[in-house]
């Protein structure tokens, strides 16, 4: 083998068959694969429980052997094969899962090759061992990938965060925003009746005050109407108050995908619009928009129901589910009677540019 031809050639030896036990001993594999999944507790726990199977397979294999010749080969053998491992896993990314298996298997082709180069007696037992541990390599770096699934997760968990914390903050702006304008038009109406007032009891045509006391009431109405969506901003403002919505856009995603998420705005269609303009050919369509005092654990409700239907199991940020939508309207309903639930799905955009390829292809 080229491991005992590099012995004999480096003269590390005297007589490759003398090699006492210390010197022996000195070639004794070690296990041990430094990596990033350690880290994290209970990928540590996977990861130990492999790496002890392999020094236990490293050894059982080691006692195979009846000559300190064979012996340190092996030993020598394993040794390579865990640097070669090593240089596997330092090399591996979240983005290299299949290159880094390929390498894999390219080393243990070359070993294997080695093997039957070299003593025939012992090719049987060093090719089990090398396709044995080629099965637990293989799930050691599958638990250092996942390393690496799980950082990119918490990568984008906090993108996501800072990108809600953001559109909060710009939510929370528009609700001044709306309220200093509500103020500005409770004065105007407030300001108008006084106005109004100050000039009835003077006006002795019935016609003219009739018509002042019409002006007055509807002033009144819109009064109301302000007062009523200071009420909504207050209630907004405080953190839970919100609109569940149910939205679904098959031109972008298929098919009984819909998202169901939850917005804070005064005005929630324009959270829809937003969504129809970021990164998607076509626009949304609402099936329901539902107000709840306390929108996040009515998310969090439905969230938990369809849990099992969620396109992306890993990113819980990710708020798209797979679901008919009978069965969404359905348990919406069961939740909260009075939400309108519209099944229809509009998709125009979407289908006129369906009609649209159809007309071009037919021109062809």
């Known amino acids: 083998m080229s491991i005992k031809h590099s012995i004999e050639s480096y003269r590390l030896y005297d007589d490759f068959d003398d090699i006492s036990q210390y010197e022996l001993d000195l ?4 296990v041990n694969f430094p990596i990033h999944s350690d880290d994290i507790k209970i990928l540590k726990k996977q990861s130990t429980k ?8 490293v050894n059982d294999y080691q006692n195979r052997y009846t000559t300190k010749t064979n012996k340190s080969l092996y030993n020598l053998m394993v040794l390579s094969l865990n640097s070669e491992l090593q240089n596997i896993i330092i090399n591996l990314r979240y983005t290299n899962l299949d290159k880094s298996k390929e390498s894999l298997e390219k080393m243990i082709l070359k070993y294997l090759a080695i093997a039957i180069d070299g003593n025939k007696t012992i090719y049987n ?3 089990k061992f090398i396709r044995e541990v080629e099965y637990l390599y293989n799930q050691l770096i599958d638990i ?3 390393y690496y699934v799980t950082r990119e997760r918490n990568k ?3 993108r996501l965060l800072k990108e809600q914390i953001a559109q909060e903050k710009a939510e929370q702006r528009k609700l001044a925003e709306e309220k200093k304008k509500l103020a500005k038009e409770e004065l105007k109406y407030e300001s108008e009746i006084n106005n109004i007032k100050s000039k009835i009891n003077d006006e002795l045509d019935m016609k003219k005050r009739q018509k002042l006391l019409d002006r007055i009431e509807k002033l009144e109405q819109m009064l109301l109407d302000v007062d009523q969506k200071k009420e909504t901003i207050i209630n907004l403002q405080n953190g839970k108050a919100g609109n569940i919505y149910v939205i679904s856009n098959i031109g972008s995603f298929g098919s009984n995908i819909f998202k169901i998420g939850m917005t804070r705005r005064l005005e929630p269609l324009d959270r829809i619009k937003e969504l129809s303009s970021a990164s998607v050919p076509f626009p949304f369509d609402v099936h329901s928009f539902i ?6 654990a009515l998310e969090n409700k439905l969230h938990k129901i369809f849990s099992d239907n969620r396109v992306n199991k890993v990113n819980y940020r990710k ?11 359905n348990t919406i309903t069961e939740i909260d009677p009075s939400a309108e ?5 509009l998709a125009t955009e979407y289908r006129a540019s369906l009609e649209q390829n159809i007309y071009c292809n037919s021109d062809i």
Request: overall charge negative; glycine content about 0%.
């Open 144 to 146: 250092e990938y996942q």
């Open 291 to 296: 107000f709840s005092e306390d929108a996040p």
């Open 125 to 127: 037992t060093t090719a």
């Open 27 to 30: 070639l004794a594999p070690a």
């Open 50 to 57: 492999i790496k002890k199977d392999i020094e236990k397979l």
């Open 156 to 158: 984008e968990e906090q």
């Open 319 to 329: 708020e798209f589910f797979k679901v008919s939508i009978d069965e969404l309207a």
């Open 341 to 345: 639930f519209r099944k229809t799905i």
